[in-house]
Nanobody
Framework: QVQLVESGGGLVQAGGSLRLSCAASGQTLISYVMGWFRQAPGKEREFVARISRSGLRYYTDSVKGRFTISRDNAKNTVYLQMNSLKPEDTAIYYC???????????????WGQGTQVTVSS
């Protein structure tokens, strides 16, 4: 299976931007649909965005127009560009792989360890 490592989190003021990276090893990311999820304190892990093998993107409503998911197959890395950040975006962000386009958490595997994003008001 593929191994995933997230990075790029941090503390940012509301309205700011961050770019998260998800670096893969073991297998090439082009083999998978790649997704980003997040988990805020006391809440369940929720779907944020996914990108298919062909590059089709899908987002949860709350991040549409603010977040962009992309993949660099040459670097075997998936990114999540986050703009216009809000305090409610504060969470641990995880990337994961799936065999088909889905928003279901239980259909993703090879979860990374996560990266903390904190947005101050």
């Amino acid at each position: 299976q593929v191994q995933l490592v997230e990075s790029g989190g941090g503390l940012v003021q509301a309205g700011g931007s961050l770019r998260l990276s998800c670096a893969a090893s073991g297998q090439t990311l082009i083999s998978y649909v790649m997704g980003w999820f997040r988990q805020a304190p006391g809440k369940e892990r929720e779907f944020v965005a996914r990108i298919s093998r062909s590059g089709l993107r899908y987002y949860t409503d709350s991040v549409k127009g603010r977040f962009t998911i992309s993949r660099d197959n040459a670097k075997n890395t998936v990114y999540l560009q986050m703009n216009s950040l809000k305090p409610e975006d504060t969470a641990i962000y995880y990337c994961a792989a799936a065999e088909s386009p889905t928003v279901r958490r239980d259909e993703y595997h090879s979860w990374g360890q996560g990266t903390q994003v904190t947005v101050s008001s």
